[in-house]
């Protein structure tokens, strides 16, 4: 088949191509530097041409309210038209694990509202929910950061390997649309200021994690709930501390 994965030079996305193209298909890596852009619409009708599956794992350049929110709208709605315009059969999205449950973050309203274009479009989909990549660990540790000390909440985390989710996207998009949901999460579920302190030490990072609970999560009031996968998700093969031994 031919797949293309918008997104295809980034973390997920190489991954992602490099297993489709493993098992014989021909998957294309767009992305703006490839001349494919999903904001404007550049190069898409060229790119989509032929292609049965669209996976899409780009990701927002900014995170503030609006600039996400346009992001993920505006590129959501101009991406389905042109899969519409191709005849493509299937439409895969990376989202995250937790989106309805953090929507007082302006990036986790903009992937709802992602999430609910898809559902509402006329193409068969299959939207892949992962909980948060274990190479965000360091971005969680920088988020809580006053001076040595690093504030994070207790609430349990449920991280996944960025090879794992790829995975799980690469399945998903050589299998039968779902029309529905799958989640992806790691092995282990632990607190986020336990697993930070741990990830600070492997790399010999001298600092101090303080669990809060008054402390918020990219801005968020978080629980145990919040961040970690339902049951029934799929579980990732790498556990944390595999991944920590190889930083």
């Known amino acids: 088949m031919k797949i293309v994965v918008i997104g295809g ?3 997920i996305g ?3 191509v ?3 193209r493993q098992r014989g298909h021909e998957a294309i890596a767009a992305s703006p530097a490839s001349g494919v852009n999903t904001l404007t619409g550049e190069g898409l009708a060229q790119a989509l041409a032929g292609a049965q599956v669209v996976v899409d794992v780009a990701n927002s350049p900014s995170f503030e309210d609006q600039p996400v929110m346009d992001f993920f709208t505006t590129s959501g709605r101009n991406l389905l038209a042109a899969e519409a315009a ?3 059969l299937h439409h895969v999205a990376l989202s995250v694990v937790g989106t309805e ?7 986790f309203r903009a992937k709802l509202a992602q999430e609910a274009l898809i559902r509402a479009a006329q193409i068969p989909y299959t939207i892949v929910r992962a909980t948060q990549f274990m190479e965000f660990l360091g971005a969680i540790a ?3 950061t006053e001076g040595s000390t690093v504030r994070l909440p207790p609430a349990h985390l449920q991280p996944v390997a960025s090879a794992d989710v790829a995975a799980a996207v690469a399945d998903c998009a050589l299998a039968a649309p779902l029309n529905g949901m799958v989640e992806i999460a790691g092995p282990e579920r632990a607190s986020m200021a336990a697993l930070v302190q741990r990830y600070l030490a492997a790399i010999g990072d001298p600092r101090t994690v303080v669990a809060d609970a008054q402390a918020p999560y990219f801005g968020v009031a978080v629980n145990d709930q919040s961040l970690t996968a339902s049951d029934g998700a799929r579980i990732g093969a790498i556990g944390i501390q595999e991944w920590m031994a190889h930083k």
């Open 142 to 144: 920088q988020s809580g």
């Open 101 to 107: 449950r953090l929507q007082g973050s302006g990036y």
């Open 86 to 88: 191709a005849g493509v």
């Open 18 to 20: 490099q297993l489709l």
């Open 9 to 11: 030079t980034g973390l």
């Open 14 to 16: 190489s991954q992602v």
